[in-house]
C-alpha cells in the first residue's frame, strides 16, 4: 500500500473529523500531499493541499472551517475538519505528488448527517 488513509466516520453537523494519511516509502521525492473529494453524481473536487514547505491551499468551500498540515518526517499529511456540514459528506481521498508521479489513497467515506 502506498498511501492509507484513515479517519473518516459518521459525524452531527457541526462536528468534527480528523484525517490522516501516510506515504510509504519508495514513492519518489514528495512534494505535494493533500486531499480530494467525491460525493454521490458529483466530481471529484481538490480540498486541501500542502506543499513540502508548508504552502496550503483550500477550496473556498472549506477555507475556515477545515486546516491541512504534514509531518514531512512520517510522510504523512491530516486534514482537521471542523464545522462539518452535510455538504462535506464524500469520500475523502488523499494524494501525494512525486518526483515519480502521482499516488492515490484508497478513499475515507465522511457523512454528516443527524
Known amino acids: 500500500v502506498q498511501l492509507q488513509a484513515s479517519g473518516g466516520g459518521l459525524v452531527q453537523p457541526g462536528g468534527s473529523l480528523r484525517l490522516s494519511c501516510t506515504a510509504s516509502?519508495?514513492?519518489?521525492?514528495?512534494?505535494?500531499m493533500g486531499w480530494h473529494r467525491q460525493a454521490p453524481g458529483k466530481q471529484r473536487e481538490l480540498v486541501a493541499v500542502?506543499?513540502?514547505?508548508?504552502?496550503?491551499n483550500y477550496a473556498d468551500s472549506v477555507k475556515g472551517r477545515f486546516t491541512i498540515s504534514r509531518d514531512n518526517a512520517k510522510n504523512a499529511v491530516y486534514l482537521q475538519m471542523n464545522s462539518l456540514e452535510p455538504e462535506d459528506t464524500a469520500v475523502y481521498y488523499c494524494?501525494?505528488?512525486?518526483?515519480?508521479?502521482?499516488?492515490w489513497g484508497q478513499g475515507t467515506q465522511v457523512t454528516v448527517s443527524s
Open positions: 494524494f501525494a505528488k512525486t518526483s515519480w508521479g502521482a499516488y
Open positions: 516509502k519508495g514513492i519518489g521525492i514528495i512534494n505535494g
Open positions: 500542502i506543499t513540502s514547505g508548508g504552502t496550503t
